[in-house]
C-alpha cells in the first residue's frame, strides 16, 4: 500500500482477482468516506453471504449495517461510556498485575511481547465485559482467534480461497475453532441465565435488553455476535498496539528513559490507576504516536451505495473503497517527519492542524464504541508494566503483517529486565 501511494498517489484503483478496490489516503476523502453523507458509503457486509469478518463475527457491531447496526450500538455504547472507565481501568490494573506477576520465573529470558499482550489484553475484556476469568482457556483462544481472523482476512482478500463447504485441512481446522469459541461464548449466556447474578457488565446489557416497539430481547444468535464482536475486537487492537508501542520504546533508548522517569516520578512504585493517567502525558502520547505509526486498522473498508466518481476515479455502486489509514498517519503533507517515533509531537502542538489525518480509531457514526476503552487501557498498561520491567529487543528485525489488524510478524522477541522500583514517598 504504501509503495502505491509513493509511486501512484493519494487515489489509486487496484484489483484482486476480480474484484476491484479502490484505494484512498487523504483526510478530506477520509471525512468523505467515513462521516458525510452517513448513506454514500456502506459497511459491505451481507449477512446473506457472508465473508471475511462476517465468517466469525457474524452479524456483529463490526459487521452489521442498518437498524440492525443502529439498534446494537444503542445497546453497547453505555457499558464503555467515559463515566465507567474509573472502575475499569482499577480491573485493567487488576489483571496486568496478575498477569505480570508470572514473569518472575522467566525473568532475563527472551518472551513474544506480542503474545504476552494479546493473552494480558485478552483476561483485561474478559474481566470488564464480561465478569469472568478466560486464564484457564487463554492459550486455546489466542489460537482460536489467530486461525479465525487469519482465515477471514484470506477468504475476502484471497481469489483463490476455498469456499467453507470444501472439506481441506484448513477449512477443518476453522470450524473447530469456531465450534470452540461458540461453545465458550454460549457457555457465558447459559451460565449467567442460569445464576441469574447482575454485574452491570457488558452481557447483562446484551440479555437485559429489549426492542422498542415489539418488547423482545436479542435472540441467541446475536447475543452470540455481539459478544464474540467485543471479545474479539475488543483485545485484538489494544494487544497488537502495546506490542508495537514497546517494540518502538526498545528501539529508541531516549523515549524510553523519559518514559521510566515520568512513571517513576509519578506512580513512585505503586500500582496505577484511572486518575494517574492525567499526571503520566508523555505515556499517553508515546501510545498515540504508537497507533500513528502502526495503527492497528491499517485500513478501513466501506462499500459506494451509489455510482459516484471520486478524484477522477469513477466508482460503481457496489464499488470496495478502502480509507489508507497506515499512509494518511505517514503522509508528508499532513505530518512533520511523518517516519519518526516522536511522541512530543502530541505535547508540542506538533500534530496536524487536518481533522481527520489522524485515525487510529475510524472516524464518523462507525467509529470505535471502545475508543475510551482503549485510551484508558493502552496509557494505564504501559505504566503498570514499565514501572517494573525494561523490555529489550531481543531481535534484529520486526515485519509487519496485515491480518485483519497490523501484527507484528512472528512476533516480537524482547526480554523483561527488571527495574529497581522506587520507594513510596510518605509525602
Not at 487515489?11 to 476523502?29: E, M
Not at 502495546?242 to 526498545?250: E, F, M, V
Not at 508528508?332 to 480509531?361: I, K, S, T
Request: with cysteine; net charge neutral.
Amino acid at each position: 500500500m504504501s509503495g502505491w501511494w509513493r509511486r501512484h498517489g493519494d487515489a489509486l484503483r487496484f484489483r484482486l482477482g476480480p474484484k476491484a478496490l479502490y484505494l484512498f489516503s487523504p483526510p478530506d476523502l477520509a471525512k468523505e468516506i467515513l462521516v458525510q453523507p452517513a448513506d454514500r458509503y456502506v459497511q459491505l457486509y451481507d449477512p446473506r453471504r457472508p465473508v471475511g469478518l462476517a465468517l466469525v463475527l457474524g452479524n456483529g457491531l463490526v459487521t452489521s449495517s442498518g437498524e440492525v447496526w443502529k439498534r446494537h450500538r444503542r445497546i453497547i455504547q453505555p457499558v464503555f461510556h467515559r463515566s465507567r472507565m474509573a472502575a475499569m481501568a482499577d480491573r485493567m490494573a487488576q489483571v496486568g498485575e496478575q498477569r505480570i506477576a508470572g514473569w518472575a520465573d522467566h525473568e532475563g529470558q527472551p518472551v513474544d511481547i506480542a503474545a504476552e499482550m494479546m493473552q494480558l489484553a485478552l483476561e483485561v475484556i474478559s474481566q470488564t465485559m464480561f465478569t469472568t476469568s478466560m486464564a484457564q482457556h487463554i492459550e486455546h483462544i489466542s489460537r482460536a482467534l489467530r486461525v479465525s481472523l487469519k482465515y477471514a482476512f484470506d477468504s475476502f482478500h484471497n481469489p483463490l480461497h476455498l469456499p467453507a463447504w470444501v472439506p481441506t485441512q484448513r477449512n477443518r481446522e476453522f470450524r473447530s475453532v469456531m465450534q470452540f469459541m461458540d461453545g465458550l461464548i454460549y457457555g457465558l449466556l447459559a451460565e449467567r441465565r442460569r445464576t441469574g447474578l447482575t454485574h452491570e457488565d457488558l452481557l447483562d446489557l446484551l440479555l437485559q435488553a429489549r426492542d422498542e416497539e415489539t418488547g423482545m430481547g436479542l435472540t441467541d444468535q446475536e447475543l452470540r455476535d455481539e459478544a464474540l464482536t467485543i471479545f474479539a475486537a475488543g483485545h485484538e487492537t489494544t494487544a497488537n498496539a502495546l506490542a508495537w508501542t514497546w517494540y518502538l520504546l526498545a528501539t529508541h533508548p531516549k523515549v524510553k528513559a523519559q518514559f521510566h522517569e515520568e512513571v517513576d516520578r509519578v506512580l513512585q512504585g505503586r500500582t496505577p490507576n484511572a486518575d494517574d493517567l492525567q499526571h503520566l502525558p508523555y505515556t499517553r502520547a508515546i501510545f498515540d504516536e504508537s497507533l500513528r505509526l502502526y495503527p492497528p486498522a491499517p485500513a478501513v473498508q466501506r462499500k459506494a451505495a451509489t455510482s459516484i466518481t471520486v478524484c477522477g476515479l469513477p466508482l460503481r455502486a457496489g464499488a470496495l473503497v478502502l480509507v489508507d489509514t497506515y499512509t494518511l498517519h505517514r503522509h508528508p503533507a499532513f505530518w512533520r517527519e511523518p517516519e519518526q517515533f516522536l511522541p512530543e509531537r502530541w505535547l508540542d502542538g506538533g500534530r496536524p492542524a487536518a481533522r481527520h489525518a489522524y485515525l487510529p480509531f475510524g472516524a464518523g457514526p462507525r467509529a470505535c464504541v471502545g475508543i475510551h476503552f482503549a485510551s484508558v487501557e493502552g496509557p494505564l498498561l504501559l505504566a503498570l508494566i514499565g514501572r517494573r520491567y525494561d523490555l529489550q529487543l531481543a531481535q534484529e528485525t520486526v515485519e509487519p503483517e496485515l491480518m485483519v489488524t497490523l501484527r507484528p510478524k512472528g512476533g516480537i522477541r524482547m526480554v523483561p529486565q527488571p527495574r529497581k522500583v522506587p520507594a513510596i514517598s510518605s509525602a
